[in-house]
């Protein structure tokens, strides 16, 4: 039986990590239980994220719809929060519709609960969203955590306080043990202990910077040295006792570190959230820090506690908690001169990752690409290049560069913002601006908002032959194909994909040539003509020539549904499942959805119109999850195979099978239909495929061979062809024996 939704809890790995919290965490449960909205609020370091962690984990298994974290730390942007939200909760939306209307929409039918870590520099759009989403989503629990409250109806707040006592001197004996596994709490040192955390205020952060000395000092040893910092912080002027006990802390650690490592941890905090070790290197090497030298320097700060690490694919990503990167922020501000030099560089090591995958470059970007150009940092690049005088040719070169990650990354209304902006902020003609034009006009066609997308590339294209720019006319051309094909108008498109290809394979762009061919094999296809298989087989073969995977499956996705318009149900159906599974593989929600469609139609043309309508919900559901906009000649084919269907199974069981469907989580709508995808013969011993069993039936029914095709959606020579198959298979002269012949087998069924 199918699960009524997909859930996809989203926490890190090791909340199972936490020590004591036993009584705030009840009490937290209880207010969501109660309410709807808890914010957890305190200073920097007092445990908000560890503990609105814990009430998550605790919660999972009760949240149908499961527990979603989204860490709102590295944002910058509060424009870009509603996209922030929707990435976390996995939704690839690719419509035009603001982030409010397409998460209220997914978040209506739902029980799950939210959890924002790190409101604080974002409250005001952080209090317009949760009050938009809790009114559209009854089901919605929020849990925040943020210095302040959100100030929202309704909001509970809990002042997150120290640790207890017992919990403060178990915490750090569990961080201890970590660097010193034979330490333990005896004794003789359990009053050090006590006395150690009291100083600390019992803040978890300041205890686990502490623990990490227990390498080179005893417990009485680190507390003797924390005396003189705290007195000398804790001035009767200062009106956050805690947050000047943390702050003192994290001074000491930095004391405690070397030189290089203190210039290291000043360095990195140009990076938002996490960076890897090539960023590092590029960005912070130089002068009393050797690149050489950068390996080890980040252990050590590992080793400390400053940083986090944690893998990634195949790369180590270092990662930051906001109360260090801001303490190394105060840190590079000391450091005269340095700051500028390394926001530049900052911008500059993005900027170069970006060229690698943009347009031209000869290579679609690859998983670890995808991963180094995270959007946290991204953001801080492009905010840099339109803070800075003299910088916004250089904004617009990056946004540009970065098209391929806006469109594949399901980033379209993100990327739409920062093009839209780079091209305001630069509007005097040039190649980048002429990228960016057509760029941002491709997301506009995505996105289904063809006006806007006509009006980019009209630009775009007059730009491009003013510069006689021939790499952005041929893009230009090609998606003004693309956006005919969207918009039903077959052989405009058809022309302008034409010339766009020729213009593509002239310049020598195999990823651009990959992308319009996929447009020309689904145009020609719509238009009847069989010329889209060997145009999705040219790309086929270039795409396993460079080894392109996503551009394998999109090529094998048009053969399959060119095959499937001839009426090769059994090879358009193995095709498309060998796609199916490469998207799922790929994790691309939309080729998921469009492949349910197709193989929709595959059962629809295979006689199977309960599977058909089963399927075609499942894709409606699955469309509607990633907000797809799809070709009108799209639309129109699954319009006529419904209405097949329909005519098959009567309203009421068509309208039962579409509903079913429609209520799969995706997971198991993609093994539904890898399961039960295949069209085999019927049972009973009959020599005749299913897609022939069709044909007899409609022959039997007095049908020539131009109305079988309009009924099965084939051509008049496809369908030629299977009666001739047919009568050759039967050993049979005319259509009247097919008849015969299959009136029968049915009296055969059923004497027997």
């Known amino acids: 039986m199918a699960r009524p939704r997909e859930v996809r809890s989203r926490l890190p790995a090791d909340v199972s990590s936490f020590v004591g919290r036993r009584r705030e965490s009840a009490e937290v449960r209880r207010l969501l239980e109660e309410g709807r909205l808890v914010t957890l609020t305190g200073p920097g370091g007092v445990g908000k994220t560890r503990l609105g962690l814990l ?32 990435q976390a909760l996995g939704l690839a939306d690719r419509s035009a519709r603001s982030p409010v209307e397409v998460l209220s929409e997914y978040l209506a039918g739902r029980r799950l609960l939210l959890v924002l870590d790190g409101c604080e520099h974002v409250s005001g759009a952080c209090a317009a969203l949760v009050g938009s989403l809790l009114r559209a989503a009854p089901g919605l629990r929020v849990l925040a955590t943020s210095r302040e409250p959100l100030q929202v109806s309704g909001e509970a707040l809990v002042a997150v306080p120290p640790a207890a006592p017992d919990d403060a001197v178990e915490l750090f004996e569990q961080r201890a043990r970590a660097v010193l596994p034979d330490f333990r709490i005896t004794a003789e040192n359990r009053d050090a202990v006590e006395r150690l955390c009291d100083r600390l205020d019992r803040i978890p952060l300041a205890i686990e910077l502490a623990a990490v000395r227990l390498r080179v000092l005893s417990v009485t040893q ?30 000491w650690s930095a004391q405690n570190c070397s030189r290089q490592e203190r210039a290291l941890w000043a360095r990195a905090s140009v990076f938002v959230a996490s960076f890897d070790l090539d960023a590092a290197r590029y960005v912070c090497a130089g002068g009393e820090v050797p690149a050489d030298d950068v390996p080890d320097l980040l252990a050590g700060l590992v080793d400390k506690s400053v940083l986090g690490v944690r893998q990634d694919g195949r790369v180590a990503r270092y990662v930051w908690l906001d109360t260090l990167r801001d303490y190394g922020a105060r840190l590079l501000a000391d450091r005269r001169g340095e700051s500028a030099p390394l926001r530049q560089r900052h911008r500059d090591w993005y900027l ?165 061919m996929s447009g020309l094999a689904q145009t020609t296809s719509y238009l009847g003509d069989p010329v889209s298989l060997a145009i999705s087989a040219e ?54 959805a469009t492949c349910l469609g197709t193989l929709a139609w595959a059962a629809s043309a295979a006689g199977d119109h309960e599977r058909a309508a089963r399927l075609s919900g499942a894709a409606d559901a699955a469309n509607r999850r990633v907000g797809a906009t799809v070709p009108e000649p799209h639309r129109e084919r699954a319009r006529r195979h419904a209405a097949l269907a329909r005519a098959a199974l009567g309203d009421a069981a068509f309208a039962a099978a579409l509903r079913s469907g429609e209520a799969m989580a995706e997971d198991d709508a993609v093994r539904y239909a890898l399961a039960e995808g295949e069209v085999s013969p019927p049972a009973g011993g009959s020599p005749l495929s299913a897609r022939e069993e069709q044909v007899v039936a409609l022959v039997t029914r007095g049908l020539t061979d131009r109305q079988i095709a309009a009924e099965l959606v084939i051509s008049p020579r496809t369908a030629q062809a299977h009666v001739a198959r047919i009568l050759a298979k039967l050993e049979l002269s005319n259509r009247a024996q097919i008849a015969a012949w299959r009136i029968r087998q049915a009296a055969g069924r059923n004497t027997g």
Not at 60 to 65: H, Q, S, T, Y
Not at 236 to 245: L, Y
């Open 55 to 86: 009430v998550a984990a605790r919660m999972a298994g009760a949240e149908p719809d499961g527990v979603h974290l989204v860490e709102l730390g590295g944002l910058g942007d509060e424009r870009l929060l509603g996209d922030s939200v929707a």
């Open 539 to 592: 790309a086929l073969a270039v795409a396993d020539r460079h080894r392109w995977p996503l551009a394998r499956s999109t090529a094998l996705r048009n053969q399959g549904l060119e095959l499937l318009r001839q009426g090769d149900v059994l090879r358009a159906t193995e095709a498309l499942r060998e796609v199916l599974r490469l998207f799922r593989r790929l994790g691309r929600r939309l080729g998921v």
């Open 222 to 251: 680190i507390l003797d040295r924390l005396g003189d910092r705290f007195r000398l912080l804790a001035r009767p002027t200062r009106t956050d006792g805690r947050h000047a006990t943390l702050l003192a802390t994290v001074e």
């Open 352 to 516: 170069a990752v970006a060229r690698s995958v943009a347009p031209g470059a000869g290579k679609p970007p690859d998983r670890e690409t995808m991963r180094a150009l995270d959007p946290a940092n991204l953001r801080t690049a492009l905010e840099h290049c339109f803070a800075e005088p003299g910088e916004a040719r250089t904004g617009l070169e990056l946004a540009g560069a970065l098209v391929y990650i806006w469109v594949n990354g399901a980033l379209l209304r993100e990327g739409r913002y920062w093009l839209e902006r780079a091209l305001a902020a630069d509007p005097d003609p040039s190649p980048e601006r002429a990228r960016a034009l057509w760029g941002c006009a491709w997301m506009a066609i995505e996105q289904g908002d063809l006006a806007a997308a006509g009006e980019l590339l009209s630009r775009a294209r007059a730009l491009a032959t003013e510069l006689a720019d021939d790499s952005a006319l041929a893009w230009a051309v090609s998606l003004a194909g693309y956006a005919a094909l969207f918009a039903g108008d077959l052989h405009r498109a058809r022309s302008l994909l034409e010339d766009g290809l020729v213009r593509q394979r002239a310049l020598g762009h195999p990823v651009a040539a990959l992308a319009t």
